[in-house]
């Protein structure tokens, strides 16, 4: 039997809430008193308080609350799942608060060395999201909820370039968190096609009595990506952009959101990415421009020349 086995056996027998011998454990399991023993260090090490009693009628026993304890973490388990509550209050996931106390029941059975050996590891890390922290999402439960109950929703949802709200009846498919926001995606009865809904632009939500099945091997994540990213029509013509620098500004620019969809190839000095004309004329100057000299445009040469003139209207703009 493992290590672990054993261990997960002798904290079953200790669950029982009767007390048990070095020698019932040793006969039950067939193992070397000795070994008994240090198995009984190893679980008292790892913060199950096991009470010693010696004597005619002692034996071992644990803490009655310790009968509702959680399974077991190890270290790098236990400050893993300290960083995530992190990550989900600033993220304004509604669930912080149950990360919060499922954490504390841990650090209710940890022994002061392990609190201080996982406080070290939470302290080294903080997430800084913005000058304002993200509040929760007042309607982010119940959509999750919809979502796991395949329960349609009625909201009342507006757009940001439209003064009225909208009232929708929406299969919520799923619930995502892209770009410091919170997405819902699923099908609008409204416009009989699948959308995306901005959560912190729903005035109101109520659960119908509708349900839902949602389309099998659907992927929100694509359908997401797909739809904020414009589609390279070969039609219309895909342009190679081709842009050397050094490895680290290269680095930076593959691994941008946008461009590293469209990346072809990479070299340590060069990049290739296939765009179409509007996106080389409306977005990549902007995009670029922070990079200062640390990049170069070698193709296409009309991309050199709206930089050109992107910068003298801008130049034009402050001079005035």
Known sequence: MAKMDNLLAILWMLRSGNKVTAKDI????????????????TLSTSGVPIIAEPGHNGGYSLLNDFIEAPLFFDFEEQASLYHAAVFAEEAGYYGDEALNRAISKLAHY????????VNHHVESLEIISGFSSLSKEPFLRELEQAVADGSAVYIRYYKRNKEESEDRLVDPYRVIYWNKKWYLIGYCHLREDIRSFRINRIQSLTVSEHTFTPPINFSARNYFMRNLLPTM????GVISLVVKGSTRALDDLCQHWFLEHYLQERNSDQA????????????LPYLLFPYGKSIVVIEPTSLKARCVEV???LINFYEE
């Open 26 to 41: 040793s006969d039950k399991l067939e193992m070397n008193i000795r070994t008994v023993y240090r198995y009984v260090d």
């Open 233 to 236: 029509n070969e039609e219309e």
């Open 110 to 117: 940890q022994n002061q060395e392990q609190q201080m050996k």
């Open 311 to 313: 910068l003298t209207d």
């Open 272 to 283: 290739v990415f296939l765009l179409n004309q509007e996106v080389l004329d409306t977005y």
